[in-house]
């Protein structure tokens, strides 16, 4: 099942990571895929080419999410290659983890304006080019929703994500575009290594207390939303997917 076949998809933050492999796993499917990103034009490229050299169809668009007017580009060059829109994967994001004292305002947007406000300008802007069909958009939310110790950046962002896709879903429903999310656990990617958290005691914490006994994999999420993305979960909306190997 999961066919998606003729469906046009543009995945932000998809440069590396999660995004990277939701964006792999959408052409795997059969799906057309725009991956977006904002500073790796490198890793863009190599996703694209992946994506090729196994015979599926794919661009790389560089963009800001919380800039408008790169948000617009973003779409603007989908619908010029691939003339529709059928998916949206609300990925991009940023985090930092610091205690309550080493909070500055600095920070605070950056996180907000990435991970918040991105998420509604790329939504704003997919819903004009998805089709009568409607669409699916899918939001990648985290377990650190519920809120997280040197997490409350962060936290929040996520927290805010959860209750956006609650109310676009029901503002969008009668459009037929789906709005869900999807909350990973602990993610082994580029930047939980380069976080110093893969080896170190919160890996080992976390690990003895994920009932699967393992860190998540990009792939493990780019299941779900392929899942998402598909007809095969058509009577889905407003909905936030754990993906966490039982952590919480």
Known sequence: MNDLKGKVAVVTGASKGIGAAIAKSLSAAGARVVVNYSSSREGADRIVADIKGNGGEAIAVKGDVA???????????????????????????????????????????????????????????????????????????????????????????????????????AELGPRKI??????????DTEGTRSGGIMGSDFEKQAVEGTPLGRFGQPDDIARIAVFLASDDSAWLTGERLTASGGYR
Do not use: C, M, W
């Open 67 to 169: 800039k408008a007017a790169d948000v617009q580009r973003l779409f603007g060059e989908t619908e010029k290659t691939f003339h529709a829109l059928d998916v949206l994967v609300n990925n991009a994001g940023v985090y930092k983890f610091e205690p309550l004292e080493e909070i500055t305002e600095d920070e605070f947007h950056r996180e907000f304006n990435i991970n918040v406000l991105g998420t509604i300008l790329a939504t704003k802007e997919a819903v004009k080019h998805f089709g009568p069909n409607g669409g699916s958009i899918i939001n990648i939310s985290s377990i650190a929703s519920a809120g997280e110790a040197q997490a409350a950046i962060y936290s929040g962002t996520k927290g805010a994500v959860d209750a956006i896709t609650r109310a676009l879903a």
């Open 178 to 187: 789906r709005v869900n999310a999807i909350a990973p656990g602990v993610v």
